[in-house]
């Protein structure tokens, strides 16, 4: 299962899941795989129907397991918007999100060092962010096939 991740991501995997102690496993593997293959914020049920191609046995409480070690280890981060499931996105430089209301689609917006510098200069005297969310919805004018 391994060799679905490239030699790069493999190795990312590796180095992530040993810092806590950890091993890789097929099951860790795939689901890291599943959101790197295909970058389009997937939820838990997303996942499992992903893995299941490969790991036909898998459970979505093994998929749950999964996701929470690659959050932990930095692999990937979960995105909440709305009330809706989370999802989890393996873009880890900061930027922001656009939810199409329209389509359910969500994009990553870039954040230059300029817009970072002005969103944590509203922070009050005495606050530090080690990390923020920032999330925006609405509609685009973008075609989608």
């Given at each position: 299962?391994?060799?679905?991740?490239s030699?790069?991501?493999?190795?990312?995997l590796?180095?992530?899941?040993?810092?806590?102690?950890l091993?890789?496993?097929?099951q860790?593997?795939?689901?890291?795989h599943?959101?790197?293959?295909k970058q389009?914020?997937?939820?838990?049920?997303?996942?499992?129907?992903?893995?299941?191609?490969?790991l036909?046995?898998i459970?979505?409480?093994?998929?749950?397991?999964?996701?929470?070690?690659?959050?932990d280890?930095?692999?990937v981060?979960?995105?909440?918007?709305?009330?809706?499931?989370t999802?989890?996105?393996?873009?880890l430089?900061?930027?922001?999100?656009?939810?199409?209301s329209?389509?359910?689609?969500?994009?990553?917006?870039?954040?230059?060092?300029?817009?970072i510098?002005?969103?944590?200069?509203?922070l009050?005297?005495?606050?530090?962010?080690?990390?923020?969310?920032?999330?925006?919805?609405?509609?685009?004018?973008?075609?989608?096939?």
């Amino acid at each position: 299962m391994l060799s679905l991740l490239s030699t790069k991501d493999q190795k990312r995997l590796s180095s992530a899941l040993i810092q806590k102690g950890l091993r890789s496993t097929k099951q860790r593997a795939s689901v890291y795989h599943s959101i790197l293959d295909k970058q389009d914020h997937p939820t838990a049920d997303d996942i499992l129907i992903r893995v299941r191609r490969n790991l036909p046995t898998i459970s979505l409480a093994t998929v749950y397991n999964c996701l929470e070690t690659l959050v932990d280890c930095g692999l990937v981060r979960q995105v909440n918007l709305d009330r809706a499931s989370t999802r989890f996105c393996p873009n880890l430089a900061p930027h922001a999100h656009f939810k199409c209301s329209a389509t359910g689609k969500i994009f990553d917006l870039s954040l230059d060092e300029a817009s970072i510098k002005t969103l944590k200069s509203i922070l009050p005297s005495g606050f530090k962010a080690q990390n923020f969310e920032l999330s925006f919805s609405g509609s685009t004018n973008l075609s989608f096939n």
